[in-house]
């Protein structure tokens, strides 16, 4: 059974800092291009980082680079999003996604709220 668990959510300041994981279970997690979306009440999801099998090349939206960053323990079958200088409009439900686009793959994770707020 697939199975994507993300955790860490929490509310937090202005300024501060979270860590999110998302432990995966019941596929092959190295293969799988890893990714975190997000999505802010009344606004589509949108794709936050992402991080690639194999080498793990990460690209970021650009409202988040420099104060996000996606890693994966391929060991552990997890990914992490560590984010710093957390603003409010950072606030949103966090997903876990894996894909492996050339099979049509598609995985995504219950989701967990960040809440960014003094």
């Known amino acids: 059974q697939v199975q994507l668990v993300e955790s860490g959510g929490d509310l937090v300041q202005p300024g501060g800092s979270l860590r999110l994981s998302c432990a995966a279970s019941?596929?092959?997690?190295?293969?799988?291009?890893m990714s975190w979306y997000r999505q802010a009440p009344g606004k589509e999801r949108e794709l936050v980082a992402t991080?690639?099998?194999?080498?793990?090349?990460?690209n970021y939206a650009d409202s988040v680079k420099g104060r996000f960053t996606i890693s994966r323990d391929n060991a552990k079958n997890t990914v992490y999003l560590q984010m710093d200088s957390l603003k409010l409009e950072d606030t949103a439900v966090y997903y876990c996604?894996?894909?492996?686009?050339?099979?049509?793959?598609?995985?995504w994770g219950q989701g967990t709220q960040v809440t960014v707020s003094s």
């Open positions: 019941g596929f092959t997690f190295r293969a799988f291009t």
């Open positions: 996604n894996g894909q492996v686009r050339s099979m049509g793959i598609n995985y």
């Open positions: 991080i690639s099998s194999g080498l793990g090349t990460t």
